[in-house]
């Protein structure tokens, strides 16, 4: 019964860690240490940190990834702009979560490096949101609901980078905090993006 508790008790400790230390100082020792239990307990639920990472980054914060496959199986069931609304707002609270977490990476090149070819390793990394909202508007095209002609790899590159910028673009503000709430820019960037692609002015 204990080891069945041990997985959800090292991501919580996994998360907690990272957020506070960062990534690259979040070591496999003291995340077991957090979690009560020995590394060698955690690799058996998780065969790196970097597999562990995907996991804090799939299992405690805000879920992209299920929603967009959803929405590439069944892109009509709400409005398009209802759609990316709740995309951009999922997406940018993603971001405002991970950033703190993975900035350290950046710092330390061959830990990047690493952290990189496993992500590689598992076919993961920031690429896929891209990926998925590029589909998932592509499905929005065939069924007549985004222009024929709109380029959809840069709709979805640009919805996620609204996103991503605005996790850290107004921490050296003087509030630091994005001048809009949440709800807000997650409508303004869907509405402003689907004016584009839509042709809806």
């Known amino acids: 019964m204990r080891q069945q508790s041990a997985r ?8 907690e860690l990272m957020l506070t230390v960062g990534l690259a100082r979040a070591t496999t020792k003291e995340i077991a ?9 955690l690799y058996k639920y998780f065969a790196s940190k970097e597999e562990l990472f995907i996991s804090v980054l799939a299992e405690r914060l805000p879920k992209l990834g299920p929603l967009l496959e959803h929405l590439m199986e069944e892109p ?9 609304t709740e995309i951009a707002r999922r997406a940018a609270l993603f971001y405002e979560q991970s950033f703190p977490i993975a900035a350290s990476l950046y710092a330390e090149t061959r830990l990047k490096r ?7 390793d598992m076919d993961a990394g920031p690429h896929r949101p891209i990926q998925s909202l590029d589909a998932y508007l592509r499905a929005e095209q065939r069924a007549g609901r985004v222009r024929a002609d709109a ?4 709709a979805a590159s640009l919805l996620l980078g609204a996103c991503a910028q605005r996790a850290f673009a107004y921490d050296m503000t003087e509030t630091g905090r994005p001048p809009q709430s ?3 820019f997650a409508a303004g960037i869907a509405r402003t993006l689907l004016a584009g692609v839509a042709g809806i002015a």
Do not use: M, Q
Request: proline fraction near 2%; include cysteine; glycine fraction near 2%.
């Open 76 to 84: 009509e069931t709400h409005t398009v702009e209802e759609n990316l």
């Open 114 to 120: 690493r952290h990189d070819a496993a992500l590689r």
């Open 33 to 41: 240490k957090a979690a009560g239990c020995s590394e060698a307990a």
């Open 8 to 15: 959800p008790r090292i991501l919580d400790a996994a998360h």
């Open 182 to 184: 949440l709800d807000t």
């Open 151 to 154: 380029d959809t790899f840069a």
